[in-house]
């Protein structure tokens, strides 16, 4: 509210009719690609689980999913459809469990490495009402790439290796997979700022959005507001309003989230649906 309230919104509202076609078309290809690269993470699950779900099945599951977490929070739409629809596809719940796991798992270890690599080598300045200078994000970037390979050593070392856990069958994958998974997850988060990047036509160096992106998806679990909601645009405010017209970084943002959260929501929903109306017959 107090970012927004001295926004001129009549120049957020015409900067997206200013955009060029070529560049909306662009942001729209890396969205599709965002969303199909991150729809392989299951893929990932059913070789860890070796369940038999055909691959198109479960890349649909992983897109539902991965479009209502964004939009209404993991805990419905990363869990919660996955546990709904997999189970009706006829997993059982401990496998959907590990598939659950290791999606997430993906998707947090390459954002680790990423982004504690670029808040080492290229921190960006902070408000000083954040209580945290560049000093401590790289601090936070130290531990997060000491997290990631630390998770590479282990598989490396204990990979394939199987501990059972109060009747659960635990193991870390092979050394491969888990760059496997530090690999697309860290090129999905690249191609979510690139979009961005793209609606900003490239007014700002792209290696200083993604660190803004990454730093939001901080504030924005820390917060639990559903689909990051205000979170990311007053982090991009905070951080790039003196380096270009907030109205402009709003409408991008906001252009980024029509292509990224809403086109797809209205997609995933109509395919529920259908998977929905298959299972009733």
Same mark, same amino acid.
């Given at each position: 509210?107090?970012?927004?309230?001295?926004?001129?919104?009549?120049?957020?509202?015409?900067?997206?009719?200013?955009?060029?076609?070529?560049?909306?078309?662009?942001?729209?290809?890396?969205?599709?690609?965002?969303?199909?690269?991150?729809?392989?993470?299951?893929?990932?699950?059913?070789?860890?689980?070796?369940?038999?779900?055909?691959?198109? +099945?479960?890349?649909?599951?992983?897109?539902?999913?991965?479009?209502?977490?964004?939009?209404?929070?993991?805990?419905?739409?990363? &869990? $919660?459809?996955?546990?709904?629809?997999?189970?009706?596809?006829?997993?059982?719940? $401990? &496998? +959907?469990?590990?598939?659950?796991?290791?999606?997430?798992?993906?998707?947090?270890?390459?954002?680790?490495?990423?982004?504690?690599?670029?808040?080492?080598?290229?921190? =960006?300045?902070?408000?000083?009402?954040?209580?945290? $200078?560049?000093?401590?994000?790289?601090?936070?970037?130290?531990?997060?790439?000491? +997290?990631?390979?630390?998770?590479?050593?282990?598989?490396?070392?204990?990979?394939?290796? &199987?501990?059972?856990?109060?009747?659960? %069958?635990?193991?870390?994958?092979?050394?491969?997979?888990?760059?496997?998974?530090?690999?697309?997850? /860290?090129?999905?988060?690249?191609?979510?700022?690139?979009?961005?990047?793209?609606?900003?036509?490239?007014?700002?160096?792209?290696?200083?959005?993604?660190?803004? =992106?990454?730093?939001?998806? +901080?504030?924005?679990?820390?917060?639990?507001?559903?689909?990051?909601?205000?979170?990311? @645009?007053?982090?991009?405010?905070?951080?790039?309003?003196?380096?270009?017209? @907030?109205? %402009?970084?709003?409408?991008?943002?906001?252009?980024?989230? /029509?292509?990224?959260?809403? =086109?797809?929501?209205?997609?995933?929903?109509?395919?529920? =649906?259908?998977? @929905?109306?298959?299972?009733?017959?």
């Amino acid at each position: 509210y107090q970012y927004a309230r001295h926004i001129k919104w009549g120049r957020v509202w015409q900067s997206p009719t200013d955009l060029p076609m070529l560049a909306l078309g662009a942001a729209l290809a890396l969205a599709v690609a965002s969303h199909a690269l991150y729809a392989t993470f299951d893929l990932i699950g059913r070789r860890y689980t070796k369940h038999t779900l055909k691959t198109p +099945i479960v890349m649909a599951v992983t897109f539902i999913s991965y479009t209502f977490n964004l939009c209404i929070g993991s805990l419905v739409g990363g &869990v $919660g459809f996955r546990y709904r629809l997999y189970s009706r596809l006829g997993l059982k719940m $401990g &496998v +959907i469990t590990r598939i659950v796991t290791m999606s997430m798992l993906t998707n947090w270890l390459g954002y680790k490495l990423l982004a504690g690599w670029l808040f080492i080598v290229h921190p =960006l300045p902070l408000p000083p009402s954040w209580h945290m $200078g560049n000093h401590g994000l790289q601090w936070i970037g130290a531990a997060l790439v000491v +997290i990631s390979l630390a998770y590479v050593v282990a598989c490396w070392r204990m990979g394939d290796h &199987v501990w059972n856990w109060r009747g659960h %069958e635990l193991y870390l994958p092979p050394p491969k997979m888990a760059m496997l998974q530090m690999t697309i997850s /860290a090129l999905n988060w690249s191609l979510m700022a690139a979009i961005i990047w793209v609606l900003l036509q490239q007014k700002l160096p792209y290696v200083d959005v993604l660190t803004v =992106l990454l730093i939001g998806a +901080i504030a924005g679990v820390v917060l639990h507001v559903p689909a990051g909601l205000g979170v990311s @645009e007053a982090v991009f405010i905070a951080l790039l309003s003196h380096r270009i017209a @907030e109205e %402009e970084l709003l409408a991008a943002l906001l252009g980024y989230r /029509a292509l990224y959260y809403i =086109l797809p929501l209205a997609v995933a929903g109509l395919l529920y =649906l259908g998977m @929905e109306v298959k299972a009733r017959r």
